[in-house]
């Protein structure tokens, strides 16, 4: 466990939680005037992405792109400010929580429409082979994106056209309150489903990060290799309500046993109980490393101007 | 001069084939572009000329084809989209109205997105319920689009070359009943800008076309001449942005205004004009300004059906003579044989 893997799997496992958690207590204060779909929960799939992605890949997300804007080494500061409205916002205030991007990391966008930003990562994907780059396509998106016709045009098109696009589900269950026996067929394999559309697919559980890493590893080397997109499905769950700073449990749309049963695999707690008393020193110094970096994004977000009313009429046209 | 000879479909094509060798990165597709049809001729040999890679068909996917037309424009690849009838884009809303149009809007600017979405608009000949929409005004409606309409060959070229190297998404659309025409036949000298052209001058009415009308529009005013109405057609050719400026300059000349729209009424292209007008210049004019549009109902299929239902220009001419109280004969007027085709070279089925 002493790996320099793990101590970063950590970190930013770590770091995206107490973001996470930070955003939750803080929204009470009313500044954060936008929804957010927080990913506390499922950290495990972000922090691995963290560790495979590389600069020049590309990467979309969905409503809840928080963790995805990180792992792809999105800018905190201006990921917080974007959430506090101001004008130095990733999107320039204009975006919110679920419009966020940073197009120095190749971050290229995230949608709040479920499944609107599977065919934009396919074009950048065909993008990145029209132009002979190693680079690949990651598009994140839950399993209610599943749903929408989008996504199988999408599979379809990266499998016919050999693009090097890797789609990303993770599935936390439920789209909103409502559950996948409502959505999906029983005894669906998602991932048996995709690859009779004609791509390479692979499952893994969400909550071990590094279960996660060994999967995007693999998917990256296919990839890489055989010049196809691949289709990866993360089990996982989130532990807040589907939008807002709260747990929603007493509403009773989860069976309580579910619930316990995935808070037992909470991967942050159970990846942290790995380290031994000899790693704990390290473990500490990164926690205040953590603490630091959140405190300054938010005294910077919350310092930050406010966009100008001009603002309002700027870029709606380039 | 006009450039002689070459036909609506022909400037398309040329267009296309001017901009793929001006800009190495643009790509082009639609299903059917390299068919043995090639979506009408416009795209004919472009996939032979700049290769497969550049000029593609691709699965009946119009939603996720215009997301990744988006995908690609923002990584740096210019992208042109076709769609053989206006009609299949709907299945493509989410993407042109939540993505093509936002995304540099809603990321304060840090991308554009230059594309071109060309569709094409049916009449006659059955095209029927869904195949025969001018929806412009949908697309009118959507902040960070622009949509331009044009009439004539000539235009057509350039406004085709300005869309595709617009760095905004740019809806295209194509009258088929223009495809085979030259500009010659209707123009005797080549109109001056991009938007709003007045295409012939006069001084009695303003007479405000788009697309095929423009022409019915024209064939109106040499039959109203002959009684002394001399009318000044503008043609529109870009919906958004409106050049309203050029359309009041020309009322406040003629103070009367008719509006040919090959749209649905409701909210439509020309009403946005006469709320214009009104707002511009109430009061001013010598009569009530008045458009012809669509009825607000479904096209049918049926060539018994739509026999009165097109505006033609003996329709433009009986509502212009209203509009002046006067009259003339129009039986000596000659109609087309057959109102559900644009002449004889259109034998179906699309």
New interface residues.
Partial sequence: MNSNLNFKLYYKMKLFREVELKIAMEYSSRKMRCPVHLSVGQEAVSAAFSQIVRKND?A?SSHRPHLHYLGKGGNLKRMISEIYGKKT???????GSM?L?D?SVNF??S?A?VA?????????????K??NKINV?YIFFGEGALEQ??FY??V??AA?KKIPAIFVCENNLYSVYTSLKDRQPEKRKNSKMVEAIGIKSFTCNGNNVFECYKIFNKAKQYVSKEKKPVFLEFFTYRHYEHCGPNKDDNLNYRPKNEINSWLKKDPLKNFTNNFTNAHKQKIKILDKEIQKKIKDAFEYAKKSPKPKLSDLR????? | MLKKKMNFKDSINSALAFSLKKDK?M?CYGLGINDPKSIFGTTKNLSKKFGQ?RVFD??T?E???????????????RTVITHQRLDFSLLSM??IV??AAK???????????PITIRMILGRGWGQGPTHSQNLAPMFCNI??L?VFMPTFADDAKRLLIKSIFD??PVIFLEHRWLHELKDEDFLDKKPDSLSSNIISKGSDLTLISMSYLTLEALKAKKILKKIGINIEVVDLISLKPLNISKILKSIKKTNRVLILDTGFPYGSISSEILSLIYKNLNGKLKTSPISLTMPDIPEPTSFFLTKNLYIDHIKVVKTVLKMFKKSMNLKKLKKPEFHDVPGTWFKGPF
Wanted: glycine share 16%.
């Fill in positions: 590309y979309v916002g990733c999107s320039s205030g204009k975006g419009h991007i197009t290229m966008g949608s429409i609107n930003s599977i065919p934009i990562g396919t074009g950048l994907a065909l993008s990145l029209l132009k396509s016709g989008v045009e999408s379809n098109f016919v700027k870029d709606i046209y380039a | 990165n790509i890679n691709v699965p996917s939603n996720a084809l215009t997301g990744i037309a988006v995908g690609a424009a923002i990584s740096g690849i989410d993407q939540n993505s995304w540099r809007y809603m990321f304060g600017g840090k991308l554009s997105v902040p960070g622009k760095p905004n």
